[in-house]
């Protein structure tokens, strides 16, 4: 059986800021058959893209290349930045503004994980929808 992919990217610069990003990943979502049959799903999916794009602007200071594949069972969120610098985990505190990025990823993904690249780090979060099934995505 032939495994059939679908995926999507686009790059944020800075300057753009974070809201673009979540419009864009919720328009692509748009195209996936389980999106409207869970949208507590692709919440998740958006909000955790907010949180990595974010990262990327504030901690990172780079944009955010921001990479959607969908392999029929999976949603995988990648998010490039330039900074090779992985993500730490810390306790914030309550009145703290910030530092519950990766906390909040870590609890929304089925997987997560990250790497140093040549040139920055890529940090990816799996979202496994529970209606999907073995559908891939593309009408067949």
């Known amino acids: 059986m032939a495994v059939k992919a679908m995926g999507w990217a686009h790059s944020f610069p800075m300057s753009e800021g974070v809201r673009a990003g979540?419009?864009?990943t919720r328009e692509r979502l748009e195209s996936l058959p389980w999106a409207?049959?869970?949208?507590?799903?692709?919440?998740?999916?958006v909000l955790a893209v907010s949180e990595l794009i974010t990262n990327a602007h504030i901690h990172a200071h780079s944009d955010a290349h921001l990479v959607l594949t969908?392999?029929?069972e999976c949603l995988h969120v990648s998010v490039?930045?330039?900074d090779p610098t992985l993500p730490r985990r810390r306790e914030a505190e309550p009145g703290d503004v910030s530092g519950r990025g990766v906390a909040i990823v870590r609890k929304l993904a089925d997987e997560w994980g990250m790497r140093c690249q040549r040139h920055g780090k890529t940090?990816?979060?799996c979202f496994c929808p529970a209606g999907a099934g073995t559908d891939t995505g593309t009408g067949e």
Request: glycine share 4%; charged share 30%; no cysteine.
């Open 22 to 24: 979540r419009q864009w």
């Open 123 to 125: 940090v990816t979060a």
């Open 36 to 45: 409207a049959a869970e949208p507590d799903t692709v919440d998740a999916i």
């Open 80 to 82: 490039h930045d330039e």
């Open 70 to 72: 969908w392999d029929g």
